[in-house]
């Protein structure tokens, strides 16, 4: 999978399980989605039981950190290191 | 409401008087639910919603007991008090005085792990109408886990925002000492949080024989796979996926029509 397709594959989850009333195509790689999206505990709880689902990768307690969520580079660049 | 009733009711279990709302139908259909509720905050999240649920069902001619267990809500006794197999016990009270207030054959309606005690009840109680799951915890050490992972989630975003969070980093550890751990701010006790870590619906295969829904509620249009299982254990198991944001994680105004809705449709086809 493209870095590419990897960024649209978490987008289009986000704003699915987050029910977002947005197209997945207009949200930018380094946006800041906390505060763009408004997304509370939440929703990145939400987030991280999608890319686990999604991407068969487990979070370890000491990888949480806000910015890790904090844009859509910062997660896809997480999954990837995580699927090695 | 439209020409039902709904009145208080106490009864008994474990020697505590127990809180209860019965919706009685206008038009009885011979049929009552017990709900069970879920757990500590996705109690208080969904108590709109199972509100508006008996009063839906009572339309459809089901009478429902909705009650609180011993150490919640308005029931008496402290939280971290009683446990699973105590609220177990709560639950044939319930099903007891629903069947004696309105002379019904009374099934369960469950939510999350209100749904997964319905299941455990009901693999004792063949006589039930029916069973109704709504996203039950299937697998109960997940459910512990995301529950913690939940907790840490919270305790960074108080972190990020500015905020204390003095119990947040302990729970990110998963205890509070004595064994308990943090429920969004719940303690549950070590041997209840043992009980739910041994909760696993399709080990041993359920024996419940009588007509079940399993309804997946979340994002996507399409059943969940171990929803499925758990469905397809029951002898007489449907499941169903209802898109809908998760009634259970945020207090607010959800319109939880879906959800109601598939139930009830259910449910006059029984």
Known sequence: MSDDQLKQEIKEMIVERLFLDADPNDIKDDENLMENYEIDSVNLFEIVVGLEEQFGISFEDEDFSVDLFATINNLAAYVEQKRG | MSGGEERLVTFESGGEPLHGVLHVPAAPSGNALVFCHPF????????????????????????????????????????????????????????ECAARETSARVGLLGLRLGASLAAQVAEERADLACLVLWEPIIDGERYIKQNLRRSMIKA??????????????????????????DFDGYRVPEVMREQMEQIDLTDPPPSFGGRTLVLNIGASDSVAEPMQQLADAYAAGTAAAVRQEPIWQRIGVIDADPIISATVDWLRQQ
């Open chain 2, 40 to 95: 500590a905050e996705e109690k208080k999240c969904a108590h709109r919603t199972m509100v508006e649920a008996a009063r839906a069902c009572a339309e459809a001619g089901w009478a429902v007991l909705t009650f609180d267990h011993r150490g919640c809500g308005d029931s008496p006794g402290a939280f971290g008090a009683h446990d699973l197999a105590d609220w177990r016990e709560d639950i044939v009270a319930a099903v």
């Open chain 2, 156 to 181: 960074m975003m108080t972190r990020h925002e500015g905020g204390e969070d003095s119990e947040g980093a302990a729970a990110a550890a998963g205890a509070l000492g004595d064994g308990t751990v």
